[in-house]
């Protein structure tokens, strides 16, 4: 009995606490970001260093900064699988001290502990300078910039990337620079440095070549018909492979957005996307066939199509059922990637994957496209580097990430490790050694990765066909808008659980959409989806219209 | 005669004079017999996976007779290594020291709220309570924790934070109201004993079944404590068993959820990551040495109940 006390009152306590929490911590954070709305890193609790920070301004015609005081710059990267950065460390901070005077301690922030324990060490003042963030984890690039986590870093009082890093502007290409910027604490600025990687969005269905071969059909026979013309097929497929193979190997959420053209909306529930914004196929620069409006996105008569066929293809067998679990759906995806059980499957591309792939599968595998690669908001921010207000020294930090970002020593070093010990350089190609297992940070999520030299099998002029690729990628009308769902938060909880319910198995097939699409609707519409819709097109027109004056 | 027949009648089906009538035995046996299923089966559902191929697991799911069994998932883990030896370390020194200290604290804190003639009892007994019932939320807590006290990356931050649970000090001290008499340490105080002599020599002798209960619930606290380490421990040489198996689950769910955004890097990343049965096989490890802890504590735990009601 005592033990059911405790722990009834223990999990008492605990939402308590937790609830408790979530609401006090936007409280401080509005707090203070509408304090210092002019003001830098005043927020920190020691505030010694401010006067360094005022006093800079006046020295602009002075062409270098000062860096005659040693400082430690703590910086939180996300996905990293580092065990030993000892040797990687002692050689990256001899060449800064010498560089910056600065000193580099680095926090190996995981997939697994990066959302809970940066927000709670933002939240919580630590004395991080340099923070990862980007348009999915939790310390999300917007909200926080809101909350006045970031340092604005074009300030019109200390513009920083004009002082420490005009160079790396000049580099960026124009979809990242103006992707970042965003309307914060501080006013309407960049609030983060954007990582150059593979900054483009494009969905391709991924052949499996040889088994397409196999029954007389060519990669061209995909490019000349759509998701609504693939039935005969997998038809064909499936009666020679026989019943126990699913020819179409779909993730659920990503196949609509695929044939329907429809975007994240960046912002959205993480948890499952219920807006939706429509892309022109042919050219994303242009608007879509909606024009530049927010829709539900399971109102559309393209959705109805897509779920019907779905269906279709569902019940002919082409479809495997556990596709509709959301907690298998994954596993089972990668591993019949790599038997290379499917015909037709659904993936997000990045330049050389099909390369990648074919390794990784033993077996051929082709890309073939569905809409030309754009730039939306999600992807130009999907990795990047935020000075915290808690930083005592934000200059140097904006040294740091200019330096970073433009200097292929420092990156290699930081990203590959060091040379002949964690790689070694083949036909201008980096091969990476066993011990590189000790060291492996997220490459995409450290920066300018354009400054490594390429991996093995990505060819020595790998760099010029991806700032191609990257370069030629065009911004969607509505790029830089993130939805501000707080003020219909409440709606947007209870959506969330209704659309987890229905739309993964509508999206499969594994339900039918005659009887079901009409009930998640009509269970939408009484959760407020059309508040959380409108609320989403009058910030967006708000955007608009401050982007275009 | 009547009375020796029924005797006679027991004895010759074994059974005892205060038995109660077969077919409610039977009926009490059975409901027990579920009740003791339901708390196994999972567990051993958990050592099933962790036996069961990943291909068994990917063809037919979960299930209790697997189409094909293998040890990789612990063959895996013996080859994660230092890791796992270290947290296992790690683990054990924690929750030995930690319930060591917290029992010896909440054990001196509820006596004194037990002894009536102390003067500042009320007082003390409403700062415990309140704290019980109103927390000062998990940003404060983490700031003054971590910036103030200075709680991080060290094997402080995994003892201290947890102490002192104040619910412990209310079951200590209700314990030692009902199970130690005043007159005991009057008697003692004129037998000319101090107060540390009384407390250690009379008290806690006779205390141990409500010391050994809080000394459980704490042991199980710092054993299963994953959250501390979430905030104050960035260093992966002070990671505790659970810990490790949270990030293992967490890292899994964060790739299947980001997926998308993380790009075609991430399908190579969830292939690398441990399959279910690993996890499995994790479980079975983190639960074992607590569950054999959990005998030795019981047998104080049982006794305590008994004096308990014979006490009234």
Same mark, same amino acid.
């Given at each position: 009995?005592?033990?059911?006390?405790?722990?009834?009152?223990?999990?008492?306590?605990?939402?308590?606490?937790?609830?408790?929490?979530?609401?006090?911590?936007?409280?401080?954070?509005?707090?203070?970001?509408?304090?210092?709305?002019?003001?830098?890193?005043?927020?920190a609790p020691d505030a010694t260093d401010a006067p360094d920070a005022t006093d800079v301004p006046a020295d602009t015609a002075e062409p270098t900064?000062?860096?005659? #005081?040693?400082? $430690?710059?703590?910086?939180?990267?996300?996905?990293?699988?580092?065990?030993?950065?000892?040797?990687?460390?002692?050689?990256?901070?001899?060449?800064?001290?010498? #560089?910056?005077?600065?000193?580099?301690?680095?926090?190996?922030? $995981?997939?697994?502990?990066?959302?809970?324990?940066?927000?709670?060490?933002?939240?919580?003042?630590?004395?991080?300078?340099?923070?990862?963030?980007?348009?999915?984890?939790?310390?999300?690039?917007?909200?926080?910039?809101?909350?006045?986590?970031?340092?604005?870093?074009?300030?019109?009082?200390?513009?920083?990337?004009?002082?420490?890093?005009?160079?790396?502007?000049?580099?960026?290409?124009?979809?990242?620079?103006?992707?970042?910027?965003?309307?914060?604490?501080?006013?309407?600025?960049?609030?983060?440095?954007?990582?150059?990687?593979?900054?483009?969005?494009?969905?391709?269905?991924?052949?499996?070549?040889?088994?397409?071969?196999?029954?007389?059909?060519?990669?061209?026979?995909?490019?000349?018909?759509?998701?609504?013309?693939?039935?005969?097929?997998?038809?064909?497929? #499936?009666?020679?492979?026989?019943?126990?193979?699913?020819?179409?190997?779909?993730?659920?959420?990503?196949?609509?957005?695929?044939?329907?053209?429809?975007?994240?909306?960046?912002?959205?529930?993480?948890?499952?996307?219920?807006?939706?914004?429509?892309?022109?196929?042919?050219?994303?620069?242009?608007?879509?066939?909606?024009?530049?409006?927010?829709?539900?996105?399971?109102?559309?008569?393209?959705?109805?199509?897509?779920?019907?066929? $779905?269906?279709?293809?569902?019940?002919?067998?082409?479809?495997?059922?556990?596709?509709?679990?959301?907690?298998?759906?994954?596993?089972?995806?990668?591993?019949?990637?790599?038997?290379?059980?499917?015909?037709?499957?659904?993936?997000?591309?990045?330049?050389?994957?099909?390369?990648?792939?074919?390794?990784?599968?033993?077996?051929?595998?082709?890309?073939?496209?569905?809409?030309?690669?754009?730039?939306?908001?999600?992807?130009?921010?999907?990795?990047?580097?935020?000075?915290?207000?808690?930083?005592?020294?934000?200059?140097?930090?904006?040294?740091?990430?200019?330096?970073?970002?433009?200097?292929?020593?420092?990156?290699?070093?930081?990203?590959?490790?060091?040379?002949?010990?964690?790689?070694?350089?083949?036909?201008?190609?980096?091969?990476?050694?066993?011990?590189?297992?000790?060291?492996?940070?997220?490459?995409?999520?450290?920066?300018?990765?354009?400054?490594?030299?390429?991996?093995?099998?990505?060819?020595a002029d790998f760099w010029d066909g991806f700032k191609a690729y990257y370069g030629s990628a065009k911004e969607i009308p509505i790029l830089g808008?993130?939805?501000?769902?707080?003020?219909?938060?409440?709606?947007?909880?209870?959506?969330?659980?209704?659309?987890?319910?229905?739309?993964?198995?509508?999206?499969?097939?594994?339900?039918?959409?005659?009887? #079901?699409?009409?009930?998640?609707?009509?269970?939408?519409?009484?959760?407020?989806?059309?508040?959380?819709?409108?609320?989403?097109?009058?910030?967006?027109?708000?955007?608009?219209?401050?982007?275009?004056? | 005669?009547?009375?020796?027949?029924?005797?006679?009648?027991?004895?010759?089906?074994?059974?005892?004079?205060?038995?109660?009538?077969?077919?409610?035995?039977?009926?009490?046996?059975?409901?027990?017999?579920?009740?003791?299923?339901?708390?196994?089966?999972?567990?051993?559902?958990?050592?099933?996976?962790?036996?069961?191929?990943?291909?068994?697991?990917?063809?037919?799911?979960?299930?209790?007779?697997?189409?094909?069994?293998?040890m990789d998932a612990y063959n895996f883990i013996l080859k994660l290594g230092d890791q796992l030896w270290r947290s296992y370390y790690n683990s054990?020194?924690?929750?030995?020291?930690?319930?060591?200290?917290?029992?010896?604290?909440?054990?001196?804190?509820?006596?004194?709220?037990?002894?009536?003639?102390?003067?500042?009892?009320?007082?003390?007994?409403?700062?415990?309570?309140?704290?019980?019932?109103?927390?000062?939320?998990?940003?404060?807590?983490?700031?003054?924790?971590?910036?103030?006290?200075?709680?991080?990356?060290?094997?402080?931050?995994?003892?201290?934070?947890?102490?002192?649970?104040?619910?412990?000090?209310?079951?200590?001290?209700?314990?030692?109201?009902?199970?130690?008499?005043?007159?005991?340490?009057?008697?003692?105080?004129?037998?000319?004993?101090?107060?540390?002599?009384?407390?250690?020599?009379?008290?806690?002798?006779?205390?141990?079944?409500?010391?050994?209960?809080?000394?459980?619930?704490?042991?199980?606290?710092?054993?299963?404590?994953?959250?501390?380490?979430?905030?104050?421990?960035?260093?992966?040489?002070?990671?505790?068993?659970?810990?490790?198996?949270?990030?293992?689950?967490?890292?899994?769910?964060?790739?299947?959820?980001?997926?998308?955004?993380?790009?075609?890097?991430?399908?190579?990343?969830?292939?690398?990551?441990?399959?279910?049965?690993?996890?499995?096989?994790?479980?079975?490890?983190?639960?074992?040495?607590?569950?054999?802890?959990?005998?030795?504590?019981?047998?104080?735990?049982?006794?305590?109940?008994?004096?308990?009601?014979?006490?009234?």
């Amino acid at each position: 009995m005592k033990k059911v006390i405790s722990i009834f009152l223990s999990l008492l306590m605990l939402t308590m606490i937790f609830t408790g929490c979530g609401k006090k911590i936007d409280n401080d954070s509005n707090d203070t970001g509408g304090d210092n709305s002019n003001v830098n890193a005043t927020d920190a609790p020691d505030a010694t260093d401010a006067p360094d920070a005022t006093d800079v301004p006046a020295d602009t015609a002075e062409p270098t900064p000062d860096i005659s #005081k040693a400082v $430690t710059l703590k910086w939180y990267l996300e996905g990293s699988n580092v065990t030993d950065d000892s040797e990687v460390l002692a050689k990256a901070n001899e060449y800064l001290k010498e #560089k910056l005077n600065v000193t580099l301690e680095p926090i190996w922030g $995981t997939w697994g502990d990066f959302d809970a324990n940066s927000v709670l060490a933002i939240n919580g003042g630590d004395d991080v300078d340099i923070y990862f963030t980007c348009s999915w984890t939790a310390n999300e690039y917007n909200a926080f910039a809101r909350n006045g986590a970031w340092v604005r870093l074009d300030d019109p009082e200390n513009n920083m990337i004009e002082k420490y890093a005009p160079d790396l502007w000049a580099l960026l290409p124009d979809v990242l620079t103006q992707g970042a910027m965003i309307e914060g604490s501080s006013g309407y600025g960049v609030y983060a440095v954007p990582g150059y990687k593979d900054i483009a969005q494009q969905n391709c269905w991924d052949i499996n070549v040889p088994l397409l071969t196999k029954y007389g059909y060519t990669v061209d026979d995909i490019k000349n018909t759509d998701y609504y013309g693939f039935g005969e097929i997998l038809q064909k497929v #499936k009666e020679g492979e026989g019943e126990d193979f699913f020819p179409l190997l779909v993730e659920g959420a990503v196949l609509e957005r695929m044939v329907n053209n429809s975007i994240i909306v960046t912002g959205d529930s993480a948890a499952c996307n219920i807006l939706s914004y429509y892309i022109n196929p042919v050219d994303t620069a242009a608007e879509g066939a909606y024009g530049n409006k927010i829709l539900n996105k399971f109102e559309t008569p393209e959705y109805k199509k897509f779920v019907e066929k $779905t269906r279709e293809y569902y019940l002919a067998g082409f479809i495997d059922p556990g596709m509709g679990s959301a907690n298998q759906a994954n596993d089972l995806r990668s591993a019949k990637q790599l038997s290379g059980e499917y015909l037709i499957g659904t993936q997000s591309y990045a330049l050389g994957y099909e390369k990648q792939a074919s390794k990784e599968r033993g077996f051929e595998v082709a890309m073939v496209p569905c809409t030309p690669a754009f730039v939306d908001t999600t992807s130009s921010q999907g990795a990047m580097m935020a000075v915290s207000t808690a930083s005592k020294n934000p200059d140097r930090a904006m040294m740091f990430l200019n330096l970073l970002n433009t200097d292929p020593y420092l990156m290699t070093l930081l990203d590959y490790g060091v040379e002949g010990v964690h790689y070694n350089i083949v036909n201008g190609e980096a091969v990476f050694t066993d011990t590189r297992a000790n060291y492996i940070p997220w490459t995409n999520g450290m920066g300018n990765i354009t400054l490594l030299p390429p991996q093995e099998g990505q060819g020595a002029d790998f760099w010029d066909g991806f700032k191609a690729y990257y370069g030629s990628a065009k911004e969607i009308p509505i790029l830089g808008w993130a939805f501000n769902f707080k003020s219909v938060e409440n709606e947007m909880g209870a959506l969330t659980n209704v659309a987890a319910e229905y739309a993964l198995s509508l999206s499969v097939g594994t339900i039918d959409p005659t009887e #079901k699409l009409p009930e998640f609707l009509q269970r939408l519409k009484d959760n407020g989806i059309d508040k959380v819709v409108e609320e989403a097109n009058n910030q967006l027109k708000a955007f608009l219209d401050a982007k275009g004056e | 005669m009547d009375k020796n027949k029924v005797m006679s009648m027991n004895r010759r089906i074994g059974r005892r004079l205060n038995s109660i009538s077969l077919p409610s035995e039977i009926l009490i046996n059975i409901v027990l017999a579920l009740f003791c299923l339901m708390c196994i089966i999972p567990f051993i559902f958990v050592i099933i996976i962790s036996f069961t191929s990943s291909e068994s697991i990917r063809q037919i799911g979960f299930s209790f007779t697997p189409v094909q069994w293998s040890m990789d998932a612990y063959n895996f883990i013996l080859k994660l290594g230092d890791q796992l030896w270290r947290s296992y370390y790690n683990s054990i020194l924690i929750t030995v020291i930690g319930t060591v200290i917290s029992v010896l604290i909440t054990i001196l804190y509820a006596y004194a709220l037990f002894r009536k003639d102390f003067k500042l009892r009320g007082f003390f007994m409403f700062f415990c309570f309140f704290t019980m019932l109103f927390g000062g939320g998990l940003a404060p807590t983490y700031y003054v924790c971590k910036l103030m006290l200075g709680l991080s990356d060290n094997y402080a931050a995994l003892v201290v934070p947890m102490l002192l649970n104040p619910f412990n000090v209310i079951i200590m001290r209700t314990f030692f109201q009902t199970s130690v008499p005043t007159e005991l340490i009057e008697a003692s105080a004129i037998d000319g004993g101090g107060e540390y002599y009384t407390f250690f020599k009379i008290i806690v002798p006779i205390s141990k079944p409500g010391i050994a209960t809080i000394a459980l619930l704490n042991s199980i606290a710092y054993w299963n404590e994953w959250f501390i380490p979430l905030l104050y421990v960035r260093d992966a040489k002070f990671f505790p068993l659970q810990y490790l198996l949270y990030r293992m689950q967490s890292q899994a769910d964060f790739l299947a959820k980001n997926a998308s955004m993380i790009g075609p890097e991430a399908s190579k990343m969830i292939a690398n990551l441990p399959e279910h049965s690993l996890r499995m096989a994790l479980v079975v490890l983190v639960v074992l040495p607590i569950a054999c802890a959990y005998p030795f504590f019981q047998r104080y735990i049982i006794s305590g109940l008994t004096i308990g009601s014979v006490k009234g």
